[in-house]
């Protein structure tokens, strides 16, 4: 019992298979890593301030991806076994 | 940023310098759009925890999802000013943003992680990687690391004065997670049938639930609300805290973390350090889940 995992989210993991947990949680961080990503490549290419700017949110861009991997690890591994 | 120890330290006339420093508390205005968003933030937060514990956690995700999208948005757009340190204080105006965006990416990280097929035990071990990322991300390019990172010169005094701190920790932490298991009386994390599971499960509470959630709420949260609300920012603080916990599906649960929180944050607020809470709430958590249901269930 932590913020982390309470008793919510235990229920949630515990009551949800893996198929259903990454097609509705998992699609959510999923689409906002890809316009997180979307857009700092955009504001890169649109001048030095610009892509000093986006570096502003890689502490969020990069724990996104660590989900995002973690998403389709679960999904890919679910699809193989 | 060893000068602005150094100011601090003399300014103080020989007090004990803390072995982790959290940032001043200076008051200072913040831009208008920072202003008016702040409340929405914030409160966009609790709706998510509102609607994760009581209506459906799906749709707190998704409230989650674009408050750290408009988070950061609104960081690109700010003007370097709001996002720039000034050499003579902690801490710049958008700091509030982050510490904001690290409360939304611990939630989405504990519901995103389809953790269904791994032992109980590893959750938070695993559910912490993701946030403690972000946390030193957030952290990273500032001075805050600077003043983290003390000169090697002020280490033997910094230590002489942290003693009594980590002693304060240890034995608060004791005695709240006896009084937590008291009063919740969880059952274990992991028992002693499997020691990985047990060491991974005392790992991930210790450090994630308990150290982490200090430096996000007391450490980067708590400092960048009182730099821009005043006291009434302390308060906002433990009102995020609290709303966290809302998932606990316990008011007994609910009401214990929220005065928890409160004690650890006016710690903080008298000591300027984290050193004592961080502690406290790693033991806290550490008997609550693990030792105390064990030894005592």
């Not at chain 1, 996104?64 to 699809?79: K, N, P």
């Not at chain 2, 603080?237 to 809302?246: E, I, N, P, Q, R």
């Amino acid at each position: 019992m932590t913020s982390l995992v309470d008793e919510t989210t235990r229920s949630v993991i515990a009551g949800s298979d893996v198929e259903s947990l990454t097609t509705t949680f998992g699609l959510i961080v999923v689409i906002l890593t890809l316009v997180l990503l979307v857009e700092r490549e955009l504001l890169r290419g649109i001048g030095r301030d610009a892509a000093e700017r986006a570096g502003r949110i890689r502490f969020i861009v990069v724990p996104c991806l660590l989900l995002t991997m973690g998403v389709l690890g679960a999904r890919f591994a679910s699809l193989a076994g | 940023m060893s000068g602005g120890l150094e100011r601090r330290e003399s300014g103080r006339s020989g007090a004990p310098l803390r072995t982790i420093a959290v940032l001043d508390r200076r008051e200072s205005g913040l831009p208008l759009a920072l202003r008016v968003s702040l409340p929405v933030y914030a409160g966009a937060i609790v709706l998510a925890e509102l609607l994760v514990a009581f209506v459906d956690p799906l749709a707190g995700a998704l409230v989650d999802a674009v408050v750290l999208l408009a988070i950061a948005n609104h960081l690109v757009a700010l003007r370097p000013e709001a996002a720039a340190y000034s050499p003579d204080e902690a801490g710049a105006p958008d700091d509030v943003l982050r510490a904001l965006a690290l409360v939304a990416i611990l939630r989405l990280t504990s519901l995103a992680l389809p953790l269904g097929d791994v032992p109980e035990a590893y959750w938070p071990l695993i559910a912490g990687v993701p946030p403690a990322v972000a946390t030193v991300l957030a952290t990273t390019p500032h001075p805050l690391r600077e003043v983290l990172r003390p000169a090697p010169a002020q280490l033997g005094r910094i230590a002489r004065a942290s003693r009594w701190e980590l002693q304060l920790g240890l034995l608060a932490g004791v005695l709240l997670g006896l009084l937590g298991y008291a009063v919740i009386q969880p059952p274990p994390l992991a028992t002693t049938a499997s020691w990985p599971r047990l060491v991974a499960a005392s790992i991930g509470v210790v450090l994630f639930a308990g150290v982490l959630e200090e430096v996000i709420f007391r450490g980067l949260l708590q400092s960048a609300l009182r730099r821009a609300l005043g006291r009434a920012g302390v308060l906002v603080g433990c009102g995020l805290f609290a709303a966290v916990y809302l998932g606990t599906d316990s008011f007994a649960a609910i009401a214990f973390f929220a005065v928890v929180g409160l004690v650890f944050a006016l710690q903080v607020e008298r000591t300027r350090s984290l050193l004592a809470v961080a502690v406290a709430h790693g033991v806290l958590s550490l008997g609550l889940l693990v030792v105390w249901p064990l030894a005592l269930g």
